[in-house]
C-alpha cells in the first residue's frame, strides 16, 4: 500500500506556501478596493460639480440638509428670490423661512421623511424683506455611505401661479353668477358636442333633477333625432367662424318636446 501521509515538515511548508498566495490575494484585493474607491471618489466629485455648475445657471433653488434642517448647500438663486446672500444662509435653518408651528413642523418632517422618503408641498415663506411669497418644494432623503443622511430638493417661486389662480376662482365665480342670473338657457360643449356645464334654468326647463343628469351628456340627446343634421351643421358653422341661430324641437327628459331657439 502507498503512504501518502506527509511528513510535518512537508504540511509546515505547504501551510507557508498557501499563506504567501493568501497575501498575495489580499494585496490584489486591497489594490482593487482602493482602485475602485478613487474612482468611485472621482465619479462622485464629477457629479457633484456638475450639479452644482447646472445649478449656479437655473432660476430654481437647489438645496442640501441635514436632519434637523440645516443648509449644507444652496444654489446662488437662493439670493434673487429671498434676498438672503447664499453664504450668509449656509448652515442656517431653512425652517425659518416658513411660516409655521417649527418644533411640531419639524418633527412631522423628519418622521415623514424617514418614512416615505420624499414630499412636496406649496407653503408660504418669508423673504429677507419681510414679504410673504409662496413656493412649491420637493425634498427627498437621501442616505449615504459612511456618512449622515441628508436631504436634497429643488424650490421655485410660484406667487405668480396663486395669483392667478386666486384671479381665475373670481372671474368664475363672477361667471357663475351670471351664468344662474341669467333667464336664457346657457349651456357649455367640448368640441365633440358633449355638455361641460349649463346653467340651472336649462336642466330644469328640460326636466331633469339636477346638473349631474346633464354633465357629460351629447347634444343630441335633447334634439329630436330628425334635426340631428341640422345640429351638425350648426356646429360645423360654428367652428368655423359662423354665426349660427335656429329652432330647434328640444326634447324634455319625459319625452315632451317644445321649440328652442339657439344662438
Not at 497575501?23 to 460639480?49: G, P
Not at 373670481?170 to 341669467?182: G, L, P, T, Y
Amino acid at each position: 500500500m502507498e503512504n501518502n501521509l506527509r511528513t510535518p515538515n512537508e504540511l509546515l511548508s505547504e501551510i507557508s506556501s498557501l499563506k504567501k498566495q493568501l497575501a498575495v490575494v489580499k494585496s490584489d484585493f486591497a489594490r482593487e478596493i482602493n482602485e475602485l474607491k478613487k474612482r468611485n471618489k472621482y465619479q462622485v466629485h464629477a457629479e457633484k460639480e456638475i450639479f452644482r455648475k447646472i445649478s449656479n445657471h437655473t432660476q430654481d433653488i437647489y438645496f442640501e440638509l441635514d436632519l434637523s434642517w440645516k443648509i449644507l448647500y444652496i444654489s446662488p438663486s437662493f439670493e434673487r428670490v429671498f434676498g438672503f446672500k447664499q453664504k450668509d444662509f449656509i448652515n442656517q435653518e431653512l425652517s425659518s423661512l416658513f411660516s409655521f408651528n417649527k418644533s411640531q413642523e419639524l418633527k412631522d418632517f423628519q418622521k415623514e421623511m424617514k418614512s416615505v422618503g420624499e414630499k412636496e408641498a406649496e407653503s408660504k415663506v418669508v423673504t429677507k424683506s419681510g414679504k410673504e411669497i409662496w413656493v412649491y418644494y420637493y425634498v427627498r432623503y437621501i442616505e449615504h455611505e459612511g456618512h449622515n443622511p441628508s436631504i436634497v430638493g429643488i424650490m421655485y417661486d410660484i406667487t405668480e401661479k396663486k395669483k392667478t389662480e386666486k384671479d381665475l376662482a373670481k372671474r368664475e365665480a363672477v361667471f357663475e353668477s351670471v351664468m344662474e342670473a341669467s333667464p336664457d338657457m346657457i349651456t357649455i360643449t367640448d368640441i365633440d358636442g358633449k355638455v361641460l356645464y349649463t346653467s340651472d334654468i336649462t336642466w330644469k326647463l328640460f326636466g331633469y333633477k339636477s346638473l349631474s343628469e346633464f354633465i357629460g351628456r351629447p347634444l343630441f340627446d335633447f334634439i329630436i333625432p330628425s334635426e340631428h343634421e341640422r345640429v351638425r351643421s350648426s356646429i360645423q358653422g360654428m367652428f368655423e367662424g359662423r354665426f349660427t341661430s335656429g329652432i330647434f324641437t328640444a326634447v324634455r327628459a319625459d319625452g315632451s318636446t317644445f321649440p328652442m331657439e339657439v344662438n
